[in-house]
């Protein structure tokens, strides 16, 4: 009666990754802190995860494009324009607005990038 599908492939989930901030677009294959491609890749705070492409199979060489703002929930790449990383994710906007929260290092990485 009921039907075994032991060889069944796991499906293959695609999230659709973009940066609220720059606006680039890219497919990720996984989100989260422990990528199952990957080997022993634990990462500090979920993030999008694709397989890199450049990687010989069973390397399990990954690509973090980037995550969730902790307090917004926005969408962020990696990229320093967009995001900081100080001991969670951060959009720039809320970044800012925390600015007087944060160690004098990260305030100055701040100041710098606002220049622009
Ligand atoms: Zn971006
Ligand atoms: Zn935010």
Redesign the pocket.
């Known amino acids: 009666m009921e039907a075994s599908t032991p060889n069944e492939e796991p499906v293959q989930i695609i999230y659709d990754f973009k940066?609220t901030?720059?606006g680039?677009d890219e497919k990720t294959h996984y989100k989260g802190t422990n990528p199952p491609f990957s080997r022993n890749i634990v990462l500090k705070y979920p993030s999008y995860v694709m397989k890199d492409p450049f990687s010989p199979p069973g390397k399990g060489e990954i690509l973090v494009l980037?995550s969730d703002c902790t307090i917004c929930g926005q969408t962020?790449?990696i990229?320093k324009?967009?995001s900081l990383f100080y001991k969670k994710n951060y959009c720039l906007d809320c970044a800012k607005n925390l600015i007087e929260t944060f160690p004098v290092e990260i305030k100055n990485k701040l100041v710098q990038i606002k220049k622009k």
Request: proline share 0%; net charge negative; hydrophobic share 20%.
């Open positions: 940066c901030s720059c680039i980037g962020v790449c990229n324009e967009c």
